[in-house]
């Protein structure tokens, strides 16, 4: 029932612009946070950048930092990645993330099916 949607992706030269969306449904309260990861070639996947859905409060990585952000339209249940001044080495798979600790204290994730982003040299 739980599902997260990525969509937004594709190809851009060097200093583009992507918005990346992240739809989640069968939440019944906003009481989790939804992040971004991405994983290169050959390489781990690896946090972006997060954002609390009832609060509002972000957080980025440094490789991101003043050039990506994240974003939340709590009617929509969407989360948005706007990525800006875009660099070859942003090339990776990104995929977001729902966590949330349930009524029975475990820590539960749901992940979306990933979305690609190319950024050509």
């Given at each position: 029932q739980v599902q997260l949607v990525e969509s937004g992706g594709g190809?851009?030269?060097p200093g583009g612009s992507l918005?990346?969306?992240?739809?989640?449904s069968g939440f019944t309260n906003s009481s989790y946070a939804i992040?971004?990861?991405?994983q290169g070639p050959g390489k781990e996947r690896e946090l972006v950048a997060g954002i609390a859905m009832?609060?509002?409060?972000?957080?980025?990585?440094?490789?991101?930092?003043?050039?990506?952000t994240i974003s939340r339209d709590?009617?929509?249940n969407t989360v948005y990645l706007q990525m800006n001044s875009l660099k070859?080495?942003?090339?990776?798979?990104?995929?977001?993330k729902a966590g949330l600790i349930g009524g029975d204290r475990?820590?539960?994730e749901y992940w979306g099916q990933g979305t690609q982003v190319t950024v050509s040299s």
């Amino acid at each position: 029932q739980v599902q997260l949607v990525e969509s937004g992706g594709g190809t851009v030269q060097p200093g583009g612009s992507l918005r990346l969306s992240c739809a989640a449904s069968g939440f019944t309260n906003s009481s989790y946070a939804i992040t971004w990861h991405r994983q290169g070639p050959g390489k781990e996947r690896e946090l972006v950048a997060g954002i609390a859905m009832a609060s509002g409060v972000t957080t980025y990585q440094p490789p991101v930092k003043g050039r990506f952000t994240i974003s939340r339209d709590n009617a929509k249940n969407t989360v948005y990645l706007q990525m800006n001044s875009l660099k070859p080495e942003d090339t990776a798979v990104y995929y977001c993330k729902a966590g949330l600790i349930g009524g029975d204290r475990r820590w539960y994730e749901y992940w979306g099916q990933g979305t690609q982003v190319t950024v050509s040299s």
